[in-house]
């Protein structure tokens, strides 16, 4: 079953790319004449929609602007249930989860604030429910659980439910507790995790965000249509450029980093925005299967205090795929590199020959839309967490003390 891979986690994260087409299957509409555009072989999109020249016609004269591209491409999500009118009427989105499912609303809340201009709150599910959250009928509560069946993520699920709230699930399991109890759900096409340590199921998580983010600016209006057309082609980009990231050269690049991390007891992953929440949960895979500490930083907020903690030869792990912040996160590398730190920076390969200058080591991504990027920063770092746990001889699949799904509160 597992494939010729010694462990299922390493199976799971060679099977992203198929994954995340599953999780797009059906979602994405062509309109207008992509067949001689290029758009259709360039980015592998099918054209599922015969060409309505009425709609293209009725679009084209509502994007303000001049696209450039001969095709028009859009998010439809069948399964979502929420109208139209109800989607413009959304005044607060709250996203609830645990774990992993939860560093994946930490990049939905980014993707739903900057596409649709929905103000999102995201919250661990076990502390959710005793904050007293503000819920009014306008309120959208995403929840997002693999198993569908984590008691915390149930309750909150309840407790929304009950305030008013609409609630959609994200999940990976059809028939699940909270597939039935939510009003609405996306279902991520991973396919059975095995593996206790979460991966295809966070990036098909995020691919959901996406694809929810883009449907809902796409019916707010908030984003115009040449920029819809090409997220939608970046999000189509995603399993293409996740391969690029699964080669062996890639991956022996990245065990052999891993010999050295197993020789430590503490490391820092740092990022700004989206990489912050990316650092979050490479940091959450290391720990879970490796059991070395590590800390995810907000790289601005190492200099009020954390920074205390950096020594000689400690190991940070920058990432740094938001274009707008290069500059504000290198002078948080240098921050640590002159306390002695020994810094692993992930990037786009076009930043690779500047980063080298500071760096101690770079590891380069395919580039993407910025908001995308977690899609692909992410993978290096399951594979980091991954052979750290294989050097040190670990039950990779089953850690210590958890189990995969939490069925108590
Ligand atoms: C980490 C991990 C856990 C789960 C969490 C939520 O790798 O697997 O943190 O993400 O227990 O589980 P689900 O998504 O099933 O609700």
Redesign the pocket.
Known sequence: EKAGYDYFMLKEIFEQPRAYRDTMRGKVKVIGDAKDSGVSQQSGVEIREKIDEEVAERIAKQADVNYGLPAILQVQIEECKLSVEKIQQIEKVHIV???????AGLIGKSVIESCARIATEVDV?SEYRYRSPMITPRTLVIV???????AD?LAALREAKQQGAHVLAI??VVGSS?AREADDIVVTGAGPEIA????K??TT?LIAFFLLGIYFAQLRQTLPQDKITNLVMAVEQLPALAEQLLTTEKTEQLAEIARRIALHHDLFFIGRGVDYAVAQEGS??LK?ISYIHSEAYAAGELKHGTLALIEQGTPVIALMTQPALFDKTMSNIKEVKARGAHVLVIAYDNMAEELAKTADEVFTIPMTEAILSPALSVIPLQLLAYYTALTLGHDIDKPRN?A???TVE
């Open positions: 989860a645990c774990g992993t499912a939860y560093h599910a997002v659980s693999q198993s569908g069946e984590t993520t999940t990976n909270i206790v340590a979460s991966t199921a966070y998580q959450l895979k879970e958890l995969k799904s939490v």
